[in-house]
């Protein structure tokens, strides 16, 4: 991972980079950021434990934060995924997403990542209005991390600070397909054209 992100820094200089290792690899997204100038991590399990296709994922905040310290990367941005996919929240179904949003607020994540049901399912959009009503209070980035199409992007613009977009640059929108330069390239020039006029 550290040589795939250090190629990708060489050839990407100023864009913002970032680094996610599966499964719940945060101290270890968290090294290879630190050595190759990568930004942010995309974290799992930040607040609340929940049972993923993994198994038992236990929340990290504290361990994550620590260790961010004690290597000297507390410029690398962490981005924590809330009720993450492909997950059972039924030990913590009495705690809402707003509540579980607040939570990483208050361990000092530096931003919130919502996603659909598994890989591709789009974000339900009456979680993604739920947390943007509550701006004000939440004062984090929020980030759509699954399920983003060219038929539906329009329904996040305004109310997410960025977007997270693989399935649907994969042949055929399916995440384990080949990347598709078509589909990448026909996304783009819709959302320039369309969306940001």
Known sequence: MTAAALEVRRILKKT???????????????????????????NEGYVFSHIGDEGFINSNAGELLRYRKTIDAEDVLVFSDIKKKH????????????????????????????TGKSTGDSTDLDEVKEIYLNKEKLKLPVIIGSGVTKQNVNEYIGLADALIIGSYFKHDGHWASDLSKQRVHDFMEYFESALLK
């Not at 059972?88 to 919502?114: C, E």
């Open 16 to 42: 913002p980079l970032g680094v996610q290792i599966l499964a719940c690899g945060g101290k270890e997204a968290l090294a290879v950021a630190k050595a190759t100038g990568c930004d942010f991590i995309r």
């Open 87 to 114: 997950s059972s929240h039924t030990i913590t179904s009495d705690v809402s997403l707003l509540d579980t949003a607040f939570a990483a607020q208050f361990f000092k994540a530096d931003g919130i990542i919502l």
